[in-house]
């Protein structure tokens, strides 16, 4: 289960938040690179789940993420991920959910690539009261290839690894006040995957 709070934050912002004390000194950074999947009349959207091939340093990954509640930019979801080869979609593997894992299989001859997200992460491990929290800084583009649509992808990701929920909209207030001033991260509801096939569609 993944429980994360996204904040949406403008480029000005940036030298702000990264001064801020708790995100210093400069977190670990990976390059991420991602495929999107789903079937020609879009199933996998029509039960909000997302399907996802990942290029994590020199490792595969196959994340499988359903359905989920999203208020105020505090998701809570259930997700699967595990090594993978390209294109080979073992659901069967991943999942630990039988039903699940065969409904994806059925539908994997359908599934094709939409759109994909490459993004450069900085990631810290932060204590927040009895919370342990992992702040992701996401920066770089979402893009349809084959086409010229893409647009710029800039977002902060607190999820919780340990302690209550509220832990993460305390962190959030916390990192709002920088050395340098306020910086108004904004709670978003819109996922990668969302924004995505937001893009995709307009293809």
């Not at 994360?4 to 001064?19: F, M, N, T, V």
């Amino acid at each position: 289960m993944e429980t994360e709070l996204k904040l949406s934050l403008y480029a000005a912002e940036l030298p702000s938040l990264l001064a801020h004390p708790l995100l210093t000194p400069t977190g670990d950074t990976q390059r991420l690179v991602n495929t999107y999947f789903d079937t020609p009349d879009l199933a996998l959207q029509q039960r909000r789940m997302a399907v996802r091939e990942r290029l994590a340093g020199d490792q595969w990954l196959l994340t499988v993420k359903t359905a989920g509640q999203s208020q105020n930019g505090l998701s809570r979801r259930q997700e699967w991920e595990g090594p993978t080869s390209p294109g080979a979609l073992a659901f069967d593997t991943l999942i630990d959910d039988r039903v699940l894992a065969a409904e994806l299989m059925a539908m994997r001859p359908h599934l094709k690539a939409l759109f994909c997200t490459d993004f450069e992460r900085q990631r810290w491990v932060v204590a927040q009261a009895d919370a342990q929290i992992e702040v992701a800084l996401d920066q770089g583009r979402i893009h349809v290839p084959g086409t010229a649509l893409n647009e710029p992808l800039l977002e902060l990701e607190l999820e919780l690894l340990s302690g209550p929920d509220s832990s993460l909209m305390a962190l959030a207030d916390v990192l709002r006040q920088t050395p340098q001033g306020p910086v108004g991260l904004t709670p978003s509801d819109a996922s990668k995957a969302q924004r995505g096939m937001a893009l995709w569609q307009r293809a």
